[in-house]
């Protein structure tokens, strides 16, 4: 699942844009972001109050596995690094 400060319209338009098959959601009040610690806070950035780029791995219990938050919000994490860390939680 993937979350962002956009605008649900605007998540659909990504979506279809970018052929994304998982869901897109919507967190306009910023409340999930801010509870898994991935929004930005610091008012001097000019991402302030936006979504970090972040992957988390959730368990079946609502436990954070993993999370890696990217300084960066055009770097990716790669696939295979991402499987590998679900394959570790076996």
């Known amino acids: 699942m993937g979350i962002s400060t956009d605008f649900p319209m605007a998540n659909t338009a990504w979506s279809e844009k970018l052929g994304v098959t998982f869901p897109l959601v919507s967190d306009l009040g910023r ?34 596995r993993y999370i890696k938050v990217l300084d960066n919000p055009r770097e990716l994490i790669a696939s295979d690094d991402l499987l590998a860390e679900l394959e570790k939680l076996k």
């Open 31 to 64: 409340k999930t972001l801010e509870a898994y610690g991935i929004l930005d806070t610091d008012p001097n950035s000019r991402l302030y109050r936006y979504a970090k780029r972040a992957y988390l791995i959730i368990d079946k219990n609502g436990v954070v």
